[in-house]
């Protein structure tokens, strides 16, 4: 498969806690994106990483990504109720035009 | 106030019966892409319009029909020959980059039940 692979499949936490999300893929890449899905929405762009970028903030998020391991991880930092989503990589190969998702990660953050 | 629309939200459907799902956006984008959810499950790409008039099948397009007649509008077909058509439908849409940064776009998504 192509896709990006997310892992943990599901994680649980406390507010204020970090959490963070890994993502493994197996080809080339143009970039990598993460998205979020509340439960029963449309998925919004979060942040994008190019091939030859190697960090990326966005306010509290942080992505890396490691080309030679092919994988990503998406970090949030001091974790709130709300950021309780599924969270998808979603991958665009080189020279490609379609974006493959993973199957994403399940964040559920106590309050 | 740009963006995506999809309806409608939810929609039930008789087996044997088409229905078609809307999608139409104002954000001036060429492409524009159907995917189908599951429960727990990340996005499969039914299909994707890079211009209007021109579409092509995605990874799961058996049983489902779409058009592009005008930049704004893509919508789906649902046919009586897909197998099992119950899921979460989301329609996307993002400027035409062939292998360059592409941020996708989603609607709000329709829920479709086959009863």
């Known amino acids: 498969s192509q896709q990006g692979e997310e892992d943990p499949q599901a994680l649980s936490i406390q507010e204020g806690e970090n959490a963070t999300m890994n993502c493994s893929y197996k080809?080339?890449?143009?970039?990598l994106q993460w998205y979020r899905q509340n439960s029963g929405r449309g998925l919004v762009h979060l942040i994008l990483i190019r091939s030859n970028e190697r960090e990326k903030h966005s306010g509290r998020l942080r992505v890396t990504l490691d080309t030679s391991k092919k994988s990503s991880s998406l970090l949030i930092t001091a974790s709130r109720a709300a950021d309780t989503a599924s969270y998808f990589c979603?991958?665009?190969?080189?020279?490609?035009?379609?974006?493959?998702f993973g199957a994403g990660t399940r964040l559920f953050v106590k309050a | 106030d740009g963006g995506i629309t999809q309806s409608p939200k939810y929609l039930f459907r008789k087996e044997g019966q088409n229905v078609t799902l809307s999608c139409e956006q104002n954000l001036n984008h060429d492409a524009m892409y159907w995917y189908r959810q599951d429960p727990g499950q990340g996005l499969r790409l039914i299909y994707y319009?890079?211009?209007?008039?021109?579409?092509q099948k995605g990874d799961i397009a058996e049983g489902y029909s779409v058009s592009r007649e005008k930049k704004e509008s893509f919508p789906l077909t649902v046919t009586s020959a897909q197998k099992n058509p119950t899921a979460f439908y989301l329609c996307a849409s993002s400027t035409h980059r062939v292998g360059g940064e592409d941020t996708q776009y989603f609607g709000p998504g329709t829920r479709l039940t086959v009863l």
């Open positions: 080809t080339s890449i143009n970039n």
């Open positions: 319009s890079q211009i209007v008039n021109d579409f």
């Open positions: 979603a991958i665009r190969n080189t020279g490609g035009f379609k974006t493959i």
